[in-house]
Nanobody
Framework: QVQLEESGGGLVQAGESLRLSCVASGSIASINAMAWYRQPPGKQRELVAVIPSGGTIEYSDSVKGRFTISRDNAKNTVYLQMNSLKPEDTAVYIC?????????????????WGQGTQVSVSS
């Protein structure tokens, strides 16, 4: 199987920065897209940023110019650098990866999710 583990969340004041990390582990042959989602209190999950294995990085309009997504393929890790944080950025941040696994029956693709890390921004 595949596990995703996030880290780096916490409580900060408005205007400060945080860097989130998410490491994928398990029987991984390759990883296609990796992404960060978030779920604010009482709201639905929303896409924050996605980074394909090749191609264009995309951001939600609400974080453009403030957040930067990046990845280290050698470490199966995706990062989210969050600058100029606002109270409305408060949410559980969840990592996603589209993974191709090595199995006895050959490669198998699947989408995997982390448990999430809490980011709280005070005004």
């Amino acid at each position: 199987q595949v596990q995703l583990e996030e880290s780096g969340g916490g409580l900060v004041q408005a205007g400060e920065s945080l860097r989130l990390s998410c490491v994928a582990s398990g029987s991984i042959a390759s990883i296609n897209a990796m992404a960060w989602y978030r779920q604010p209190p009482g709201k639905q999950r929303e896409l924050v940023a996605v980074i394909p294995s090749g191609g264009t990085i995309e951001y939600s309009d609400s974080v453009k110019g403030r957040f930067t997504i990046s990845r280290d393929n050698a470490k199966n890790t995706v990062y989210l650098q969050m600058n100029s944080l606002k109270p409305e950025d408060t949410a559980v941040y969840i990592c996603m990866a589209d993974v191709v696994r090595d199995t006895t029956w050959g490669p198998r693709g699947g989408r995997y999710w982390g448990q999430g890390t809490q980011v709280s921004v005070s005004s």
